[in-house]
């Protein structure tokens, strides 16, 4: 099955730098790569998402890039704030009825 | 904004006893998902349920956990006999369409003594 790896598993920026998480994927196959933002307390957000058809996809201060030849994708936060600050998770997804795979995610600090 | 919700926070009980998680999904959506997060591991999946019926089931899914859409709002997990391995944190999640654009709830920490 999709095995999905992610790295830093912490990360600590200042505020107004940039962040950048990565994860790698094992199944060439899969074709939608989600990544989800959670608060203490709170269960995973979806923050944006990306298809395998797209190299690039960018909502504001967050963009999402996609290397389908290297099985990676990476979350980009520029000009990063306090409330950034959260752990991140990226997820893999095959298709069909099989379920979404996550990494093991990236707790981001952003320092003021 | 509509969201998933889930009682109780948490959930404290003995080991070998039964316990019931519940969580009411986004009114129009359809499928609904169970995950867990052991402490500094992976989210990993649990269950799919769409149609009144399991649609896909884990390793971890065995014959000691079990799902229930009893009505037209809540979706339970029930964990017949509690192990000291089902610690966790234990999401819901609902989709208006398949496998994408998940929205989960808050989670039910489950401590099992």
């Known amino acids: 099955g999709e095995n999905v790896e992610q790295h830093p598993s912490t990360l600590s920026v200042q505020e107004g730098d940039s962040a950048v998480i990565k994860c790698t994927y094992s199944d060439s196959a899969s074709n939608y790569f989600p990544w989800y933002k959670q608060e203490l307390g709170k269960g995973p957000q979806l923050i944006i998402d990306i298809r395998s058809n797209v190299g690039e996809k960018k909502d504001q201060r967050i963009a999402v890039t996609l290397n389908k030849t290297a099985k990676h994708f990476s979350l980009h936060i520029t000009e990063t704030q306090p409330e950034d600050s959260a752990v991140y998770f990226c997820?893999?997804?095959?298709?069909?009825?099989?379920?979404?795979?996550f990494g093991k995610g990236t707790r981001l600090s952003v320092i003021a | 904004e509509p969201e998933v919700t889930q009682t109780p926070s948490h959930q404290v009980t003995q080991m070998g006893q039964e316990v019931i998680l519940r969580c009411v999904p986004i009114?129009?959506?359809?499928?609904f998902y169970w995950y867990r997060q052991i402490l500094g591991q992976k989210v990993e999946f649990l269950v799919s349920?769409?149609?009144?019926?399991?649609?896909?089931k884990s390793e971890i899914f065995d014959d000691q956990f079990s799902v229930e859409r009893p009505d037209g709002s809540n979706f339970t997990l029930k964990i017949r006999s509690t192990k000291l391995e089902d610690s966790a944190m234990y999401f819901c999640?609902?989709?208006?369409?398949?496998?994408?654009?998940?929205?989960f709830g808050s989670g039910t920490q489950l401590s099992v003594l």
């Open positions: 009114s129009n959506h359809l499928y």
């Open positions: 999640a609902s989709s208006a369409g398949g496998n994408e654009k998940l929205f």
């Open positions: 349920f769409y149609n009144n019926e399991i649609s896909e």
């Open positions: 997820a893999a997804l095959l298709g069909g009825n099989t379920p979404l795979v």
